[in-house]
């Protein structure tokens, strides 16, 4: 059974930065490939972006294209997601979530999710 685990979440000032991780265990982590997203009060949850199993591709939602950066390290089971220049728009819940094969931004397509963490972004 594959488990995700998040971290990084806080409190930040209005263009700011933060750093999110995600850990992974009980799967082949090099052979997924990992998705970012999100889930405001009262909203639903949305597509923040994605990296290839390999590293090699990464895909953004238009809101945070240039702004937000997938990484991930496959030898620490490892996948990053940096925040700059936040916005309060940018508060909710953020989430990874895994799958095989390529990625997608269709939350449906992805069997394994992490519980989340809290980013709040203050104007």
């Known amino acids: 059974q594959v488990q995700l685990v998040e971290s990084g979440g806080g409190l930040v000032q209005a263009g700011g930065s933060l750093r999110l991780s995600c850990a992974a265990s009980?799967?082949?982590?090099?052979?997924?490939?990992m998705g970012w997203f999100r889930q405001a009060p009262r909203k639903e949850r949305e597509f923040v972006g994605y990296?290839?199993?390999?590293?090699?591709?990464?895909y953004y939602a238009d809101s945070v294209k240039g702004r937000f950066t997938i990484s991930r390290d496959n030898a620490k089971n490892t996948v990053y997601l940096q925040m700059n220049s936040l916005k309060p728009e940018d508060t909710a819940v953020y989430h990874c979530?895994?799958?095989?094969?390529?990625?997608?931004?269709?939350?449906?397509?992805?069997?394994?999710w992490g519980q989340g963490t809290q980013v709040t972004v203050s104007s």
């Open positions: 979530a895994a799958r095989s094969f390529s990625g997608t931004y269709r939350l449906a397509d992805y069997p394994y």
């Open positions: 009980g799967g082949t982590f090099s052979s997924f490939a």
């Open positions: 990296i290839s199993y390999s590293g090699g591709n990464t």
